[in-house]
């Protein structure tokens, strides 16, 4: 079926150190979301990328779309403990159906 | 700000019993969603509505039904809980139609099934 992965599932980095996730899908997509969930809370949304190669970027965070639209990344530059949550991609597939990754849980150590 | 209600945060209930969680919007949005979210698996979609009276099937409607009388008003129904549908439910929407529009969650319903 439709998928879009997502990795790694879980990473724990040191306060300071940088920190990606990525997301492929087997399908193109005709934009990609990404969403910041924090423990006990619920997903919000951050961005949207809409053309192929396109680069976002919100303080330290830095988003990209692949030229083939099939992939994305969200790039963290020097985590804080604030970064501290889940960060989910989820794919607008042709046909208007949304599908969202497994989400990425960061922890950040202090 | 738009606002997304879900009526439980946390529940528990007994296998075969009947479970509503209701989830209501306060923005005039077309678009309400049911997500389950668990561990490992993301967020999957059980049913989706564009328009009162109106639902589609998500990923995993199975076990699940869903009724929108109102357009604000969005219900998730376990005709006869089990353990399996121990989860995080999150309800959600979003405006008009078409790719493209974020989408607004709501704080969650923890359903425990004992």
């Known amino acids: 079926g439709q998928q879009v992965m997502q990795i790694p599932q879980y990473q724990h980095v040191q306060e300071g150190e940088d920190f990606t996730t990525y997301c492929n899908s087997s399908?193109?997509?005709?934009?990609i979301q990404w969403y910041k969930q924090r423990p006990g809370g619920h997903p919000v949304f951050l961005i949207q990328?809409?053309?192929?190669?396109e680069v976002k970027k919100q303080k330290r965070l830095t988003f990209q779309f692949g030229e083939a639209k099939k992939n994305s990344s969200l790039h963290i530059t020097a985590t804080q403990t604030t970064d501290v949550g889940t960060y989910f991609c989820a794919g607008h597939l042709y046909g208007n159906k949304l599908v969202f990754g497994a989400g990425t849980i960061l922890r950040v150590k202090s | 700000d738009v606002k997304v209600t879900q009526s439980s945060r946390y529940l528990v209930k007994r296998t075969g019993e009947k479970v509503f969680l209701e989830c209501v919007q306060d923005m005039d949005h077309e678009n309400m969603f049911w997500y389950r979210q668990d561990p490992g698996l993301g967020l999957r979609l059980i049913y989706f509505?564009?328009?009162?009276?109106?639902?589609e099937k998500g990923d995993i409607p199975e076990g699940y039904s869903v009724s929108r009388e109102k357009k604000e008003r969005f219900s998730l129904i376990l005709e006869s809980a089990s353990t399996n549908q121990t989860s995080m439910y999150l309800c959600a929407s979003s405006v008009a139609r078409g790719t493209g529009n974020t989408i607004y969650f709501g704080e969650g319903s923890w359903l425990t099934v004992v």
């Open positions: 990328l809409v053309k192929s190669g």
């Open positions: 509505s564009y328009d009162v009276k109106m639902k």
């Open positions: 399908t193109t997509l005709s934009n």
